[in-house]
């Protein structure tokens, strides 16, 4: 052993017989790589891995082995050791001339991500790169060199509190919480989410009135300039002050907020995005951003909201920290910050089993039945308040209907009649599901390398940030002002009823030519159409006849207003154009240039909207996009129903489902599907806004359809969003190539492991937290088998020991004191909050001489180990669904051989080290 190297205590260093060490510190600049355990990510803290930037980097100098097979460059070794890694019984396949096509493949994407400068590169010329964008949900995500230094700053954290003895102590003299306490708790989050959500939306309502007011009757008079030069300024306004106050206040609270929201509860800390400040911000740029006319909704950032709703109900600091004293910890935080989530689409969507689905599919790594009870009410709360204050009052005015749930101000997008579902209709259902996963998958590269590009153009500079959420509102705002000038007008009542001799013309339109009966002439339009510039609805009808000469019939027509069809979708809110996509009975209402332009225009625009600096969601965005196509798909369907029969055909009739409106509802779910890859909880919340029940089965159909095709290229738009965060991340299941089920985590863990006594000097503790930046640290003790674990201590419960008086001791000597949960707890916080990691200046008492501080009172002495047998399957299922953050690794008699934290289990780690360990063997 070198000189270097420290020991704590009195252990000796075991040199074990597979190539690595045992129970031993080493200092940073001592270690080595052991050649089949590159410690890739030995810490969890934020500095992350403080060994994985080596691993990587100096890839070129390790052992590997090219896709050509050819022999690699001279291999590091630990210091001192000569013996090499002895092959292993089984051969998973990277280099078996037998091994399978998709494992050289993935062989070659492991080489691949550590050749060269450490790693695949972020290459703006490839824009189909492997591994980046351009991947399957079975393929790994390959981070760049620069990436994984941004995935150091990420720290985990556990789903359990630690149960050390002061933990014990604390439970011993607290009474169990009352379970009617914790429901009273959840039905608070619920209610507070109600009071924000119908906060928000007023909001949002009166800052779209008033632009409306200002811009009307500027068009209606044709002062195109000035009705442009308003829109433009009341809304690049909004949009200005949106954003102003995002990059400069609270950056944590751009975007949604979704993909920090399911890191977190996946056990990534991620910073300031539970903040007060946060919050504040979070509404404010919200109200204004929706408000302004961006192709963006308030969905997201009411999720997020809701989620610091919950969390400040369980926060650790404050008034919640002196009242509930027995819900500090980081369990019951994680259970409220579901909750909030959960409530936060059910008030969004109106939708209590949606939310309770959503949180249970897509956010929640931990799940039992009592939560899922209370998140369901929790969720009910939300919405019954929610519809409550909606009834009651509009525009904050009260309307004098309280209590009174309309469909209109309960259903979301409610349809005007239901339709029976035929078997015929899931041909056009199965071309939706295609087009959904195409167009979402398309929406999702697009966004992804948008993202990229802003990364390196726009986020380093705080005003190009500012400034491009005022460009895209620039650019829309000309767009819905001056585009639908370039539509027609469009009649909303046209019939030629021919007239008998003598027959009164005015009661001729009427039987005949009735609005809501005509559909053999006109269907029905909506009565909040769009006019723009056109003339308005006119009363009584104006009818011309015209004689017919050959015989004793007149024709009439007969017509009472002219509308414009692209004015009607994109001068409105998205939440009314997609009212307009979704109404049925109205075949004609709108023409195909219409929606195809609007799909285009709203295509593009959210795709670059989503992501900047402001706090806006893609939910309003992705129906809307799926609705105008599947719109079209109707008016396919309605068009060769009237040439090759008698369509288009009224409610009631066999063949009413023949109608674009159902198919917009079904489009909507399918795009919907393809760029989340939501299946349980986005079926139940199309159910739920629409109020359709009789679409459930065409609407499950085309989301599975959208994602099994969006599977096939692209990872779901909230995953693909935290990777370019670099946030790690563990998925739902591992790839099913290579068989982890055949891989023992000896060959992927982090090793040596750093290890600490149940005594240590304060100098050694010091050595400890200066010279690494591991998160936390296995606790050992002399047997007659060799050094056994017997706990785990956190860096920050050490730095408590190591700066506490009365905390140290001499000889067999008790220190004064023992520490107390509160302290522990609060130190903990406040290492997480500072985010104290790697810090070389850590003070130590002058007079430190041999005292020593007692580990076992704050180590985690409940901690889950696992055998270097295990396999990675099932270690990966032990760590995601038991939310832990530290995975110790013991041989068969109990001593540490290594640790496995989540970026040990991250994907490119594990295709690292096997073809690591494979080229060794």
Known sequence: MGDREIVFGDVAPERRGNGHYGNELVEDDAFVMDTAHTPLATSDMSVGFDHASEAFDNAGQASWSNPAGSPATAQRTPRGSTQSQPRSSFDFGFGDPGATSSMRKRQGLAVAAVAGAGGPQDNPSSFFQRGREFESIYTSHQFTAAERDKLREFESCGYLPDNSLVYKQFLSMHPQPSLLRKWTLFGLIGFSIALISFMLRQLIDLLIEQKYNLVRPLIEEDKWPQAWGVAVAYSVGLVFVSSLSVVFVAPAAASSGVPELIAYLNGVRVPHVFDFRTFIVKLFSCVTAVGSGLPVGPEGPMIHMGAMIGAGIGSQRGWSARLLKEYRNVKDKRDFVTCGVAAGVAAAFGA??????????????????????????????????????????????????????????????????????????????????????????????????????????????????????????????????????????????????????????????????????????????DSNVESYRCAGRSEPFNISCVDRGTDSLATCQAHNMTYNDFATLIYVPGEEAIHHLFTRGTHKQLSYGAIATMLIVYFLGACWAAGTAVSSGLVVPMLLIGACYGRMIGMVASDLATEWGSGPYPAGSLWAWIDPGVFALIGAGSFFGGVSRLTIALTVIMIEISDDVHMLLPIMISILIAKWIADCTTHALYEALMETKCMPVLATELPPVPNYDLVTVSKIMASPPRVVLQHPTLAQVHTLLTKTSHGAFPVVKRTALGNAIVGLVSRANLRLLLSNRDLHFRDSTPPAMTPIYEDVFDNEVRTVRNRIVHDPHIPIPADAGDSRVDVTTVMNESVVTINERFSVARAYILFRTMGLRHLPVVDDSNAIVGMLTRKDLLGQTMEYRLAQFESQT
């Open 352 to 525: 209590p089993v949606g939310g309770l689905l959503f949180a249970f599919e897509e956010v929640a790594s931990f799940w039992s039945i009592r939560l899922g009870w209370m998140i369901f009410f929790a969720c009910m709360v939300a919405v019954f308040f929610s519809d409550v204050l909606n009834s009651a009052f509009s525009g904050f005015g009260y309307s004098g209907r309280f209590g009174s749930f309309s469909t209109e101000s309960s259903i979301l997008f409610s349809t005007s009649f239901d339709i029976n579902f035929h078997a015929l209709a899931l041909v056009p259902t199965v071309v939706l599901g295609l087009i959904g996963g195409v167009l979402g998958t398309a929406f999702t590269f697009l966004n992804l390398k948008i993202v990229r590009w802003r990364q390196r153009n726009i986020l380093p500079y705080p005003w190009r940030r500012v400034a491009e959420p005022c460009l895209i509102m620039f650019i829309m705002a000309t767009l819905s002002v001056l585009l639908p000038l370039a539509f027609s007008c469009r009649e909303v009542f046209n019939c030629t009823p021919d007239l008998a001799p003598g027959e009164s013309t005015t009661e001729a339109v009427f039987l005949r030519c009735d609005e809501n009966k005509a559909s053999m002439y006109q269907p029905r339009i």
